[in-house]
């Protein structure tokens, strides 16, 4: 089943593009359409699973085109892109999240019109002028009409630009209020919220603003993994806390969607772990295992989360020789035994948006 994403652009020389993105189970096809011009410009193409692969190795980490679509959207939606223009070819280039893959870069080819096409375009182009003619010309008269309103009636112009200047300050008030550091609805560590706004945005991301919005808590929405996936998959990067009966809190930060329907894991290197009694954060050495996306598990990264073994969302398992090879440093993370299964007090997923 095809999916579309269209996104509006701007080439250099102010000419309006839409970039439209559709997906089948097979292939991503692009296509530009110029807007504004007097003959209609399209750019197309269509690139396979494994032409994307090729072209950046980024995503040889992804096992469907659907899976790359949804990056590629995400990458989209968040990132300035940038657009390089011939007479007969354009390239998109969008920037990639994995310090060794820098972008990639999508060649479009020029449709060419035929003569029909072009006078049929040009026709249509007339068609709307001349509709926008009479558009304007009833618009001119409305705008007569208020001009003579407006001089039979007393307006304080002042007033009006000091109210003006009012809402403008406090839009930038509004707007410097949001840039603070905002507290985390965690019952978790809401007596040491110094935890979120010192380590945790440092860790995730310093140089953005980072809002959190809860997803799922263990004592409301209950302990079934389902209702986890329910509530928590395919929603973007994700913050989990875990809290043990032993009040030690400790949790897994991942750019990656959870998604119980891939039934395996999914890679990268931005994934980490942290310990926040002991104020530590853990990355990755390897880039294999970052989290496990199954439907009989919670949020699961090798070795350390929700896996089969746990019968609920209540237990975590915890393997400290296995989490040596995946993590830095990860050596003291836990007194426990390796492959334990603990219970835990409380669980709390947040998604992690960085504006």
């Known amino acids: 089943m095809e999916k ?12 309006e593009y839409l970039i439209s993105f559709v997906y089948d189970d097979c292939s991503i096809v692009i296509e530009a359409n110029q807007e504004n011009d007097i003959i209609k410009k399209s750019f197309y193409n269509k690139f396979t699973f494994e032409e994307i ?24 939606e968040k990132e300035k892109i940038s657009i390089q223009e011939t007479e007969t070819n354009m390239k998109i280039i969008i920037p990639l999240p994995v310090h060794n ?48 309103k407006l001089r039979d009636e007393d307006i304080n112009l002042k007033n009006e630009i000091n109210i003006i200047k009012e ?22 560590i809401n007596e040491n919220e110094e935890y979120y706004n010192i380590n945790l945005k440092k860790w995730i991301n310093p140089s953005e ?22 509530l928590c998959d395919k929603k973007g990067p994700t913050l989990t806390i875990f809290h043990l009966d032993d009040n030690n809190k400790f949790g897994i930060y991942t750019p990656l969607s959870w998604d119980s329907s891939l039934n395996n894991r999914k890679d990268d290197l931005e994934t980490f772990i942290f310990h926040l009694n002991k104020e530590q954060k853990f990355n990755k050495s ?18 350390l989360g929700c896996n089969s073994s746990c019968k609920s969302m209540r237990q975590i398992y915890i393997h400290l020789d296995n989490m040596k090879s995946f993590y830095e440093n990860c050596t003291n993370f836990l ?11 409380e669980v709390e997923v947040f998604k992690i948006i960085i504006e």
């Open 4 to 15: 579309q994403f269209n996104i509006g652009l701007e080439t250099d020389r102010n000419n």
């Open 209 to 230: 603003n980072i809002r959190a919005e809860l997803l799922y808590r263990l004592s409301e929405n209950g302990d079934s993994i389902s209702t986890f996936h329910k």
């Open 101 to 148: 893959f820098k972008e990639i870069i999508f060649d479009l080819n020029q449709k060419s019109l035929n003569e029909n096409e072009k006078i049929f375009n040009l026709t249509q182009l007339i068609l709307n002028q001349n509709k926008e003619i009479n558009e304007l010309k009833n618009e001119n008269i409305k705008l007569k009409d208020e001009i003579n």
């Open 167 to 188: 809402k403008i300050n406090l839009l930038y008030k509004v707007k410097e209020e949001k840039k603070k550091i905002d507290n985390l609805n965690s019952k978790i």
């Open 335 to 345: 007194s426990c035994n390796n492959g334990e299964i603990l219970n835990l007090k």
């Open 286 to 303: 390897n880039i294999s295992g970052s989290i496990y996306c199954k439907d009989n598990y919670g949020p699961y990264t090798y070795y």
């Open 53 to 76: 692969q090729k072209k950046c190795g980024y995503f040889i980490l992804f096992s469907s085109i659907k899976d790359i679509f949804e990056e590629l959207k995400l990458r989209l």
